[in-house]
Structure formats: structure tokens, C-alpha cells
């Protein structure tokens, strides 16, 4: 059987007792409820009983209050409205009939029910016959006072009173009786109650102690068992075994605990071996990484050299690339400044053309002012002459034309002046003609040299052009030369510094080689101290 069913049969077993007692208490506690309800419905029984007991002496003794009212002050005041023990009377019996309403008959049995059925009829009895002690009593005769007194004392009236007083003595009786019946079987019900909790509750500690000890018996013994096992490894002592067979969860456990043993045993035998293997791998590792760096340091020594070499050729390289891109530096120049002749004398030519062509512009306006001119002298001409017209026929008009004789003169005079100045102006525009023309002709042979310069500035940016390229891919390939000489330098450099720190690592590499060879020493050491 498992650890969890023998657990769970403990448990189980535990639980139904209390399950048991659970169900004990509650069957005693019903019970005791029940005769507890009954006890409330029959002691209510026998409260109800002693009211009815009280009513009647109310009822009674209101009545023979009533009786000495009517001795004393009189009928008329003892059953007015103002007659304080009548009103009572009525108030008691108005409490009767209103309780006999209302009153809870579930608690009476079947006898205290049959005596209760002729309380009402009872009381009706009682209260009818004080209609007639009323009718009695009310002339104030003393005969009616005695045959009053004689009826309620001894009378029908007392009569009536003695059967309300007996049904309540009867259900009183009864119920007092039940009562007392009840509360022996409840003290008795409590006895039968305490007997069966205090067995119940003394078999569930005896079982449950007994399964205590019969879970626990089949627990302690493997347990210890792994227990000295586990102690055992904790002394380094690999050779101990629990040996449990079991199909539980103890033994189970017992189980994969020997088997962690057995592989610790064997990890251990294996440490043992790889720490041997370790420590001949470290020697022969430490001899290979002192050759290896002997190696190294001499690739150093000769990189150094070789890179030595490399960095004088480098150099002699980088100065034949400098003087190439200095010469390449003063053919661009030459060419920058050739073209820029160049540029100004084509632009030299641009503005000599436009300057003939402005002179040319020139001669043909100073033709055109010519023309001008020619027409003005002939204006004037005609002006000079219209103005002699004019003088001839102011003199012929006497003295009524001589303000306009004067007026032709001033014009004659104009005209005159107008021929002279056009003369003037046609010599001088005769003169800039002529000057034009020679302008025209000087810059025109202007224009001619200035276009042969422009062609010999043109073969010469084109020569200086093509010597550029041809100095510039010279100077590209020195740079690839000395680029070239550099990279390998730089390359050896590598190499030197690669062999350097190759000897290095191969330092660190051994020192590494030694911290191995005492770790597997402590290895060693560490694995001798277990038993296997």
C-alpha cells in the first residue's frame, strides 16, 4: 500500500470518527431541541393555565367591589358610567374573550384541549349569570344586595365561577404533569448524551492513536534508513545504500536516493580519471605552448625587418609621389591660366566685334544726321526766302507794314543763322564720318589679332591639357606605389605585432597550462577524499 493511501486511510479513519462523534452530538443535540420546544409548549401550557386562574379572580374580584359600591354610595353610582370597579369588570371580561381569541392551543394535548373546550361556554355561563346579579342589584333593595351576594358566594353565580376554576386546575394539572415527565426525559436525554460523546470521543483517540502509531511505524524505520544514507554522503562516504525494496513513496524515494549515489560514485571515479588525463594533457600542452612561443618571438624578429625595409621603400615611394603631384599641381595651374587667356581673348574679340558694330551703328546715324541737315538748310533756304517775300510786300504796304517788315527780318535773320549753324553741324558730321570709317577699319584689325591669339591660347590649353593627364596618371600610379609600399609595411607591422601577441597569449597560455595542472592536482585531491 502507498504512502498517500496509508495517509489517506489514517486520515479517513480520523475523519469518520469525527464524522461520527459530529453525527453523535448532532442526534443528541436534536433531541434535546425537541424536548427543549416540548418543555417551552407545555411550560406555555401552564402559564396559559395560571392566567385563566387570574382572569377569574379579576373577573371575581372586580365584582365584589361592585357588590360594596352599591352598599356604600348606591346602585346608581356603583353601575353608572363613572363606577370605577364596574368599568373594571367589564375591562376584565373584554380581556377574557379577547384572550381566549387569540390563545395558542398547540402545546395541550388531547385532555388539556377537551377541558379547554368548555372554558368559553364557562365563562359565558359566569358572565351571564352577573347580567342577573346586575338586575339584582341595581333597585338598591337590600334583598336584592343579599339574593346578589347569596348567588355569586354559594349560588348559581358561584357555580358558573368554580367551572372556570376547575378547567384551569384541570389544565394546569395536566400540563405540570407533562412537564415534570418532560424534564426527566430531558435530564435523562442529557445523560444518554454525555455517555455517547465521552465514548465516542475516548474510541476516536484510542483509533486514531493506534493509526498514529501504525503510519508511523511504516515511515520511521525506511526513513531512517535514507536518513543515515544522506549522512553518510555528507561524510563523503559513497559506498552506503538504503536497500529499500518498497512500492510506497518512502520507497521510492530510498530508491532514486541509491541511485544518485551509485551516479555520484561513478562521477566521482570519472573525475577521478579525467583529473589524471588533465594533468598529462596540461604537461604536454605546457611543452607545445613553449615552443610555439619560441617560434613566434623569432617570426617577430624577422617581420621587424622586413618592416623596416618596407617602411624605407614607403617612404622613398611617398616622396617621388609628392614631387609628381607638385609638377601635377603646376601643369593644372598653367592650364587654369592658359584657358583664362584664352577666355579673356575670345571675350576680347566679343567686344571688339561689338564695338565695330556700334562705330558702324555710328556712321550710319551720322549719315542719317547728314541727311538731316541737308533738309534743314534747305528749310532755311525756303524760310530766308519767304522772309525776303515777306519784306518786299511790307514794303509795298507802306506804313501799315512795316511792324511786319520788321518781323520778316527776324526771320530772315533766323534763317540765316539756322543756314549757317546747319553748314557747321554738316562739316562736323562730314568729320565723324571720316573718323568713323578709320575706327571701323582699326578695330576690325584689332578683332584679326586678337582672334590669333585666342587660336594660339587654345593650342596651348590644349597641349597643357593633354600634358595634365599624362601627369596625372603618373602621379596616380606613384601614389598606388607608395599606397602599395604602405600596405605592406603596415602588413608586416601586423604580422609583427600578431607574432607579438601570439607570444603573449602563449604566455597567458601557459600561466593558464599551470593554473590547470593545480586544478586538477586539487581535483585529485578533492576526489580522494570521498569512499568509493
Known amino acids: 500500500m502507498g504512502l498517500r493511501a496509508r495517509l489517506g486511510l489514517a486520515f479517513g479513519g480520523v475523519a469518520l470518527l469525527v464524522v461520527g462523534c459530529a453525527v453523535a452530538g448532532v442526534v443528541a443535540v436534536g433531541e434535546q431541541r425537541d424536548l427543549a420546544q416540548q418543555v417551552t409548549a407545555v411550560d406555555g401550557v401552564v402559564r396559559d393555565a395560571e392566567t385563566m386562574r387570574f382572569q377569574i379572580a379579576d373577573a371575581t374580584g372586580w365584582q365584589g367591589f361592585v357588590l360594596a359600591d352599591v352598599a356604600a354610595f348606591g346602585p346608581e353610582v356603583a353601575l353608572g358610567e363613572d363606577g370605577y370597579n364596574r368599568a373594571g369588570f367589564l375591562a376584565s371580561r373584554d380581556s377574557v374573550y379577547e384572550w381566549l381569541d387569540t390563545v395558542d392551543t398547540s402545546g395541550m394535548d388531547d385532555v388539556e384541549l377537551a377541558a379547554f373546550a368548555g372554558l368559553r361556554p364557562a365563562w359565558d355561563s359566569y358572565f351571564g349569570w352577573d347580567d342577573q346579579v346586575v338586575e339584582w342589584i341595581r333597585p338598591g333593595t337590600r334583598e336584592g344586595l343579599a339574593t346578589a351576594q347569596t348567588s355569586i358566594n354559594g349560588g348559581e353565580a358561584g357555580e358558573a365561577y368554580g367551572i372556570v376554576l376547575d378547567i384551569a386546575d384541570e389544565i394546569a394539572a395536566s400540563a405540570q404533569a407533562r412537564l415534570a415527565g418532560l424534564e426527566q426525559e430531558q435530564a435523562a436525554a442529557q445523560n444518554r448524551a454525555g455517555w455517547l460523546l465521552t465514548v465516542a470521543g475516548v474510541v476516536g483517540v484510542l483509533l486514531a492513536a493506534l493509526l498514529a502509531w501504525l503510519v508511523t511505524r511504516s515511515l520511521v524505520r525506511p526513513l531512517e534508513s535514507i536518513r543515515a544514507v544522506a549522512e553518510a554522503v555528507g561524510a563523503r562516504d559513497l559506498t552506503r545504500t538504503t536497500g529499500l525494496h518498497r512500492r510506497d513513496e518512502v520507497g521510492r524515494t530510498g530508491a532514486a536516493l541509491d541511485a544518485a549515489v551509485t551516479e555520484v560514485r561513478q562521477l566521482v571515479a570519472q573525475l577521478d580519471a579525467s583529473a589524471d588525463a588533465v594533468a598529462a594533457s596540461a604537461q604536454g600542452l605546457s611543452a607545445s605552448s613553449a615552443q610555439i612561443a619560441s617560434s613566434a618571438e623569432q617570426t617577430s624578429a624577422r617581420s621587424g625587418q622586413v618592416s623596416g625595409a618596407a617602411d624605407e621603400v614607403s617612404r622613398s615611394v611617398a616622396t617621388v609621389a609628392a614631387g609628381a603631384e607638385q609638377m601635377s599641381a603646376s601643369i593644372r595651374e598653367i592650364a587654369q591660366n592658359a584657358n583664362e587667356a584664352a577666355r579673356v581673348a575670345a571675350g576680347a574679340v566679343t567686344e571688339a566685334e561689338a564695338t565695330n558694330a556700334t562705330i558702324s551703328r555710328l556712321g550710319v546715324s551720322s549719315a542719317e544726321i547728314g541727311d538731316v541737315v541737308k533738309v534743314i538748310t534747305a528749310i532755311a533756304g525756303q524760310t530766308n526766302l519767304l522772309a525776303l517775300n515777306a519784306t518786299i510786300e511790307a514794303a509795298r504796304a507802306g506804313e501799315a507794314g512795316r511792324g511786319f517788315a520788321v518781323v520778316a527780318d527776324e526771320v530772315k535773320q533766323l534763317a540765316q543763322a539756322t543756314a549757317r549753324a546747319t553748314e557747321d553741324i554738316a562739316r562736323r558730321v562730314e568729320a565723324i564720318q571720316a573718323d568713323t570709317g578709320g575706327a571701323v577699319a582699326a578695330i576690325g584689325r584689332i578683332g584679326e589679332v586678337i582672334g590669333q591669339i585666342n587660336d594660339y591660347q ?75
Open 458 to 532: 587654345l593650342t596651348i590649353a590644349s597641349a597643357v591639357e593633354e600634358q595634365t593627364a599624362t601627369t596625372n596618371e603618373m602621379s596616380r600610379s606613384v601614389a598606388e606605389a607608395a599606397g602599395g609600399s604602405t600596405e605592406i609595411a603596415a602588413t608586416i607591422t601586423g604580422v609583427s605585432t600578431a607574432a607579438g601577441a601570439t607570444t603573449q597569449a602563449l604566455d597567458a597560455t601557459r600561466v593558464s597550462v599551470q593554473e590547470l595542472s593545480a586544478m586538477a592536482t586539487e581535483l585529485r585531491g578533492a576526489v580522494a577524499r570521498f569512499t568509493h
